[in-house]
């Protein structure tokens, strides 16, 4: 059965609790949350449903935390757009263009 070990990084399951309530992204609360509970005699495939996730991920959670730490953990932006940044215009539309102008009727 796969379990957290939490004394090779010198944790206890209550700090994973506290790492869980004050994180400042949700999906490492999320994460961090279902490590505690797989500490409080619980296993990878029971605490999946609960958080909404496949039974693999959990592992892998499990897995990253035994290997890396807890702080492989955190949530790390990977890039993209920023959210709520405003759509670049078109490179065939002219920069003097107002920013909602028409784009043409295509049939």
Known sequence: MLH???ARWGQTPEDLRRLATGAPHPRTRECFLALYEITQASC???V??????HPQTTM???????ARGAAAL???????RPPF???????WMPSSA????RLPYRR
């Not at 940044?85 to 490179?91: F, I, L, V």
């Open 4 to 6: 957290v070990d939490c």
């Open 74 to 80: 955190a949530y790390r932006g990977t890039g993209g």
């Open 48 to 53: 999946a449903p609960r958080t909404h996730r």
């Open 85 to 91: 940044a405003r759509a670049s215009q078109p490179n």
């Open 98 to 101: 107002p920013p909602r102008a």
């Open 44 to 46: 990878a495939a029971r």
């Open 60 to 66: 892998e959670w499990v897995h990253t935390d035994n």
